[in-house]
């Protein structure tokens, strides 16, 4: 293909993040885009864009068949993150059997060309600052992380139907912030920030990208990705320092300076005892602090040289979803107002009653608020649980 060539579209996930982002894209490229959504699903992301709206859902197969006809290329988006939600069952289904779906239909159509979205949590946990590129190997037990480890299946899908004739290309975005995230994920630094300052910083990092680059890469990898390849779509390497602070500088809120100790890696297991034994609601999970206290960074050089990737800088990022306003008039970022299944982590709150002995000794309210989380676990986590799919277990 080359970049002359227009293509009729379907992004599965539409009605998501990043498939209204690629929408976008789409739009702005020429290319005729197809959403396909569920009917329930919420179209808020995807005001002011243009598409035809394809009724559907990746584990209806019958449904892809239809959506699939006179479609060039497929964007395949759409997949479960938030395991504490839908449940690691459904995570698995979803990430799976929904990917499997949608290469059948594709192969079946004639699809010229899918690109399957994964993510950098497919490439395991980097060393202590070292970049990781698309050769890395996944090194974690699945239970440690259900997320990256359905994306690991999932690529393996991929690599079977490539073998098969069908021209997939795998991108794999790290911590993606940007306009349209309308269900407040890596978003809800600013809006934490927006509400307090936070001074406390944990001492790992994570590799960020604006959606919009991200969208880009998607329809480079649709144009010039090679095969059964894959692209890491990442932009800066940011300290969890430089992350929190260029995004208080945004909003106008002081940059953190308390950094908590790397040894804090080792509360992972008795903070995973205290909320298993006692029934504590904690404000962050075992795995939450580990992942903190690490590096998450990646090399996109394959990406920049082949796709011709070139994101823009974390604080652009930050800037655009300012502007954008995801921070504003929002039931789902008001102090106090989210109930304990749906809480993304803007605001920890103590939900459930402690036991009586550890209630007469804690002599706090069932809803009060614990002091330090508005830093520690939004910085740790709000970004990444976007991308990784990390939760209280």
Excluded at 14 to 32: E, H, K, T, Y
Excluded at 142 to 170: C, M, R, T
Excluded at 228 to 253: C, P, Q, T
Excluded at 300 to 321: F, H, I
């Amino acid at each position: 293909m080359t970049d002359n060539t227009v293509m009729n579209c379907l992004v599965t996930g539409a009605s998501g993040f990043v498939g209204a982002n690629l929408i976008d894209a789409l739009n702005a490229r020429g290319w005729p885009a197809r959403a396909l959504m569920r009917r329930t699903s919420s179209r808020k992301a995807l005001d002011g864009l243009s598409y035809e709206p394809a009724p559907g859902d990746i584990l209806e197969p019958a449904s892809l068949a239809e959506a699939m006809r006179g479609i060039d290329c497929v964007f395949h988006v759409a997949a479960a993150v938030d395991y504490w939600r839908v449940g690691i069952d459904a995570l698995y289904r979803i990430n799976i059997e929904g990917t499997s779906n949608v290469l059948r239909a594709a192969l079946l159509a004639g699809v010229k060309r899918v690109v399957f979205t994964s993510s950098v949590a497919a490439l395991g946990s980097p060393s202590w600052m070292t970049l990781a590129d698309e050769t890395h190997v996944f090194n974690l037990r699945p239970q440690q992380y259900h997320y990256g480890y359905s994306k690991v299946l999932a690529e393996q899908l991929v690599q079977q139907y490539v073998k098969k004739g069908l021209d997939i290309v795998i991108v794999n975005p790290a911590v993606i912030m940007g306009p349209r995230d309308v269900n407040f994920g890596s978003g809800s630094i600013l809006t934490e920030l927006k509400k307090h300052a936070i001074l406390v910083y944990p001492p790992g990092g994570v590799s960020v990208i604006d959606v919009g680059d991200v969208a880009l890469g998607h329809i480079a990898a649709a144009e010039r990705g090679r095969t059964g390849a894959r692209y890491i779509l990442s932009g800066e390497n940011l300290w969890h320092k430089e992350v929190m602070g260029i995004a208080a500088d945004v909003v106008g809120r002081p940059r953190p300076w308390i950094r908590l100790p790397r040894l804090a890696r080792y509360l992972e297991t008795p903070l995973d005892f205290a909320r298993r034994r006692f029934g504590l609601a904690l404000p962050i999970s075992g795995d939450q602090v580990r992942i903190s206290t690490e590096t998450w960074w990646y090399d996109n050089t394959r990406a920049r040289t082949e796709l011709g990737l070139n994101p823009r800088p974390w604080r652009e990022a930050c800037e655009r979803v300012h502007a954008w306003g995801c921070w504003a008039g929002s039931s789902r970022v008001s102090v106090g107002r989210e109930s304990p299944r749906r809480s993304r982590g803007l605001s920890f709150r103590t939900h459930h009653r402690p036991t009586a002995g550890l209630r007469s000794a804690l002599r706090r309210p069932p809803t009060a608020r614990i002091t330090w989380t508005p830093a520690t676990p939004q910085v740790m986590t709000s970004a990444w649980n976007c991308m990784a799919g990390t939760r209280p277990k």
